[in-house]
């Protein structure tokens, strides 16, 4: 069952839809319902998340710093004003 409606669309929307209509091959109606079904079938779906994971790498110890002293790394990195 199709339904005839009146549909504004803005001017670049338009263009591309009749851009994709022509390299699809297919009438300007079908591009039309296949975009507007993407979009809401992605509405619907949540998209798939990949399982965010952090590696471990050893850096090294600089020989001479002491890592327990946080205010001294500082002035180190950022020289005696950094606060």
């Given at each position: 069952?199709?339904?005839?409606?009146?549909?504004?669309?803005?001017?670049?929307?338009?263009?591309?839809?009749?851009?994709?209509?022509?390299?699809?091959?297919?009438?300007?109606?079908?591009?039309?319902n296949n975009?507007?079904?993407?979009?809401?079938?992605?509405?619907?779906?949540?998209?798939?998340?990949?399982?965010?994971?952090?590696?471990?790498r050893?850096?090294?110890v600089?020989?001479?710093?002491?890592?327990?002293n946080?205010s001294?790394?500082?002035?180190?990195?950022?020289?005696?004003?950094?606060?």
């Amino acid at each position: 069952m199709s339904i005839r409606t009146t549909v504004t669309l803005d001017e670049d929307v338009f263009e591309r839809l009749k851009a994709a209509s022509r390299a699809q091959g297919i009438p300007f109606r079908q591009a039309l319902n296949n975009t507007l079904r993407v979009g809401l079938l992605a509405k619907e779906e949540p998209a798939a998340r990949r399982k965010f994971r952090i590696e471990p790498r050893h850096m090294g110890v600089r020989p001479g710093l002491n890592y327990d002293n946080v205010s001294a790394l500082l002035e180190l990195a950022e020289g005696e004003n950094y606060r």
